[in-house]
């Protein structure tokens, strides 16, 4: 079974904060300082004494394969700690230590993450503490399996471009003099290496920046023995390995450039280099390197690549930063005879890793040894596979000025080494799921605990709301503004759902919490967008995207508390989109033109309320039979008499692949979309009169009906519900906070408003106490965290709809999809609970 029962917090490995130059950086005070917990924002007073237990850590490997030392990477922040006190971290598992070490991560100098390696059986779960003690820290004895190194010649002397005599010095940084370029024998193997014990890697520090590979035979370390005689000895079979790869002007073994249109450009035309060893450690070592001034695509920009390699695996992770995005970033491999190039699938979501790869007769060993390399990149970033005469590449555009990728070797001589090219594509695709579905990780950290302990009140669940808020408004919110960056989808800020579903959740607390700051702020963003004569900035009514209208409910708001003549445009440009949009026979909107003939739960709530609301100001409710037309609809084509849950969308035409081709159904009873429908049963209610009976009727009885379904899936230990409802044992499912934040607020405005009977009031509040204990983490900096949220999940265009679609899509945190239902829902339950 892979059903987590009794973590906390799921967190995702992605932990790099990307912060763009595209960002404003207003200048603000910290806007949580007139709040009412701003009492709490003390410093981490959290003891870190030996033996104090400082966290619980469930793992669970989502696969149906064995994950064999698998890494896991903790950041002290998410632990409740500083750099400072996270001085002597242990884990334990049954009593015994687990594989780890302390890493800088990001590259910045300074310790930042606790790193674990395990190994895992199919769908295992594991249960780890992790503890502060000296003693067990000290007494930790790894075998070193990783290395990173930068070694050049000291006591001899420069004639012209090469050094001679001297012998080599190993150091953690180094810049090579102006002089120095290929073959100047000064820095061993001519650049900074770094390997696992399965693979080591070179990485030319000249014009060249190709990438090469050193076979190892030994499965251990090798780096420190090679080259020390010279710079022909690696180019012949040794007890160790040898070089094996013919890199000339390519990329190598996963090297990087730019793609002009017609041939790679390498990283060749800069002002110099300066490269740093991160880490040289036994579980992870990393290197920097840093390309000064390159000139390229007609600009000067610096670039900075970070390296890293764990125990037991042949994966180099790879971070290149830039001071401005580029467009066409080539990364690839040498193109070599006697090779079959492999790519991985194409039609995945653009969240999906894939790979571009050789599999064939490519080493220089003279025999007939087999090797494959692989770059792996996530399918979103790719805008081309391509070649030139000397590699094939595969064209990246990344979203903001930082770019992740991996590269890989893999050759039949390491000890167990990789045979066939059957066997080398069966391990890429391994590699590829571990990459897109990394291990579940449920996370219960004492200085979380410690500020949960208070008894649920009124004045409790406006806190926990308010404290989100307020790290939200120095995360993200005020960033939403046009001309701003959205930090979780990477770009920038546009008219999207998202900032009106997050703009709204603070225009509700702030009716029992005012912020007169915050107010403005929530003002200044939608205003942003509208520009003096009633246009909106960033949208096109002929998308005829239904996402489109949901952030009009807060534009709506602000017309009516100042009633611009530009704002009363922009709204009715919206209601204009809804008066043309496209519909299905029966009447029901399409999702989006680009998805035709198809009905999601996703679009009744991004349509509806915003149709009821406008139609209620300006059009005395005229089309509130529209409204509940689309509800009774969905009702009819979305819902399952079995269980009472609905799937998340209804093809028309039956021709998307994940339609049933019978009944045109979506397979899966996905958890954020029946929360969107939720929702929005409970906002419609608000707006239609109680005197039209008629209309709110289906309303009701759909209500009634979905909450008898929804408690029947709701976790019994927790409250919460699963990303996919009806299924929690299934490998990789897993408690979602978005789905279960949106079931809360249905919960809780349902029985304050007598759309449920007071019954459902438990319900509520088990699942609100659910969504603080599963998925709030407190940081040592006192700002908080919603994780465990399903980032984005649609259907078409790679997206098949199916169980391991879902189990795909990266699990992020603070996403505005679950902040705003998490918001919302604290004020609910405030309300149900009494407020002062």
């Given amino acids: 079974m892979a059903r987590i029962l009794f973590g906390k917090t799921v967190l995702s490995l992605s932990i790099v904060a990307i912060v763009s130059a595209c960002s404003p950086q207003p200048a603000t005070t910290d806007l949580s300082t007139d709040s009412a917990f701003a009492t709490n924002s003390s410093a981490n007073n959290f003891g870190t004494s030996d033996d104090a237990t400082l966290a619980t850590l469930f793992v669970s490997n989502p696969s149906t394969f064995a994950r064999f030392q698998q890494t896991l990477i903790i950041p002290f922040y998410d632990l409740g700690l500083t750099a400072a006190q996270a001085q002597a971290l242990v884990a334990q598992q049954a009593g015994e230590n687990v594989a780890s ?45 990783t290395q990173a190194e930068i070694s050049h010649k000291i006591g001899g002397e420069w004639q012209a471009e090469k050094y001679i005599g001297g012998e080599f010095k190993n150091v953690s940084e180094l810049t090579p003099p102006p002089q ?17 014990d399965k693979v080591g890697y070179r990485i030319y520090l ?7 590979v050193f076979g190892n035979k030994t499965g251990k370390p090798v780096l420190h023995n090679i080259g020390l005689d010279g710079y022909s000895s690696y180019h012949n079979m040794a007890d160790w390995g040898m070089d094996l790869l013919k890199v000339g002007k390519s990329l190598g073994a996963g090297g990087f450039g730019y793609w002009d249109g017609e041939k790679v450009q390498l990283v060749s035309n800069i002002s110099g280099h300066m490269a740093k060893v991160i880490e040289d450690g036994a579980l992870y070592s990393a290197l920097q390197i840093q390309y000064k001034d390159w000139q390229i695509a007609g600009k000067t920009r610096q670039l900075t690549a970070n390296l890293a390699m764990t125990a037991g695996s042949r994966l180099v992770h790879t971070r290149l930063t830039t001071s401005e995005p580029i467009d066409n970033i080539a990364i690839g491999l040498v193109k070599l005879p006697k090779t079959t190039l492999l790519q ?27 090797m494959g390399m692989a770059v792996l990149f996530k399918k979103g970033t790719n805008k081309q596979i391509t070649c030139d005469e000397h590699s094939h590449v595969a064209v990246l ?14 050759w039949d001589g390491e000890p167990g080494g990789i045979t066939t090219e059957a066997e080398f594509v069966a391990y890429l695709e391994q590699e590829i799921e571990k990459l897109t579905m990394p291990p579940r990780l449920s996370l219960k950290t004492a200085y979380s605990e410690q500020q949960k302990t208070a ?20 995360r993200q919110t005020p960033y939403y503004a046009y001309g701003g960056w959205d930090y979780e989808r990477q770009r920038p ?41 009633g246009d909106i900035r960033t949208y096109k009514i002929s998308n005829y995207n239904i996402d489109s209208l949901n952030t009009g409910n807060m534009l709506l708001r602000e017309y009516q508390r100042n009633p611009k003549p530009q704002y009363k445009q922009a709204l009715d440009l919206l209601r204009k989109q809804l008066n043309d949009h496209p519909r299905t026979k029966e009447g029901a909107f399409w999702h989006k033109k680009i998805y035709p003939h198809q009905l999601w739960l996703d679009g009744v709530y991004m349509g509806m309320p915003f149709l009821a609301n406008y139609s209620q100001a300006f059009e005395q409710g005229h089309a509130f039979d529209e409204v509940v037309k689309e509800f009774t609809i969905s009702r009819a084509k979305l819902r399952d008499p079995a269980t009472g849950l609905y799937f998340h969308a209804w093809d028309e035409a039956r021709q998307q692949e994940w339609a049933n081709k019978d009944t045109g159904l979506a397979s899966q009873f996905w958890g954020r979309g029946l929360g969107w429908l939720a929702m929005a049963l409970v906002d419609v209610l608000d707006i239609i009169p109680a005197d039209q009976a008629d209309l709110r009727q289906p309303l009701l009885d759909m209500t009634t009906e979905l909450a008898a379904a929804l408690v029947k899936v709701q976790d019994a230990q927790t409250g919460t519900w699963y990303q996919i409802l009806d299924k929690p044992d299934a490998t990789g499912n897993y408690l979602e906070s978005s789905a279960s934040s949106m079931f809360t607020y249905f919960f809780a405005k349902a029985v304050n408003n007598g759309y449920l009977d007071a019954r459902y009031k ?49 699990v992020f945190r603070n996403d505005a999809k679950a902040n705003g239902p998490f918001i919302m829902a604290g004020v609910q339950i405030a309300k149900l609970l009494g407020t002062n």
């Fill in 762 to 810: 438990a319900t509520a509040v088990k699942a609100y106490q659910g969504l603080v204990d599963e998925f709030i983490l407190v940081h040592p900096d006192n700002n908080i965290s919603l994780v465990n949220t399903c980032q984005v999940a649609g259907l078409g265009f790679g997206r098949d709809g199916s169980y391991e679609y879902y189990m795909s899509e990266p």
């Fill in 344 to 370: 991985g699938k194409q039609d995945i979501p653009g969240h999906s890793w894939t790979y571009l790869a050789t599999w064939g007769e490519q080493t220089l060993t003279g025999g007939s040894d087999k």
């Fill in 455 to 474: 008894t649920l009140t009124a004045d409790v669940a406006l806190d926990w709301s308010e404290r989100l808020a307020a790290s939200e408004m120095q």
């Fill in 180 to 196: 120095y370029t290929d073959h100047s024998e000064w820095i061993r193997y001519e650049g900074p290496g770094i390997e696992s």
């Fill in 493 to 533: 800020s546009k008219w999207e759902y998202t900032t009106g579903l997050q703009l709204q959740a603070y225009d509700d607390l702030l009716k029992l919490r005012p912020n007169a700051q915050w107010q403005q702020v929530l003002t200044d963003v939608i205003d942003s967008f509208i520009t003096p004569e």
């Fill in 397 to 410: 555009t990344p979203n903001s000025n930082e770019l992740e990728y991996y590269f890989l070797s893999a």
């Fill in 206 to 212: 000249d014009w060249r920046n190709g990438f090469d």
């Fill in 101 to 145: 070490q302390l890493i800088d991560h990001n590259g910045d100098g300074s310790k930042d993450s606790l790193l674990l390696q395990l190994d895992f059986v199919a769908a295992e779960q594991k249960q780890l503490t992790i503890s502060s003690n000296t003693e067990r820290f000290n007494a930790q004895q790894l075998t070193k399996r």
